[in-house]
């Protein structure tokens, strides 16, 4: 929490405009404020609902959520390769054998890792939420 996108990036061998652009791609302005939504969202039990209203408070209007939701999709589905289905195929197949599935998520992710638990025990499998 107190380094800064120079020594992020020095300790995990990339660029500080690496961590700059990840961080942007995650939806934040800056280093600062995704720091300070970890540190806001970290021990204060958000909540999925939680997370989605603020997101949803967020985004002008349902057309722009719509829209954003569409183009991020078709940008990952262009993207995919042979390769990449074929990583996916075995990754499944590790996940089809596991006894439980461990979902980890902090700060914003945490609502991520909160609805794989749930989509993982929609369909009977046993979910493990590492969230804090």
Do not use: W
Not at 25 to 49: M, Q, R
Not at 58 to 71: P, R
Not at 106 to 121: D, E, K, N
Request: one cysteine or more.
């Amino acid at each position: 929490m107190e380094m800064s996108a120079a020594e992020i990036g020095n300790a995990i061998g990339t660029s500080d405009a690496t961590v700059i652009r990840a961080v942007q791609a995650l939806g934040f302005g800056s280093v600062k404020e995704l720091k300070d939504e970890i540190a806001s969202s970290v021990g204060y039990g958000s909540t999925p609902i939680d997370n989605l209203v603020r997101t949803l408070g967020a985004i002008e209007n349902a057309d722009a959520a719509v829209g954003l939701i569409l183009s991020t999709h078709a940008d990952v589905m262009a993207s995919l390769t042979p390769e990449n289905s074929l990583q996916m195929q075995k990754a499944s197949g590790v996940l089809r054998r596991a006894s439980s599935i461990g979902c980890f998520g902090i700060g914003p992710s945490a609502a991520i890792a909160h609805y794989a638990q749930v989509a993982l025990g929609r369909t009977g499998r046993r979910g493990i939420l590492l969230d804090a």
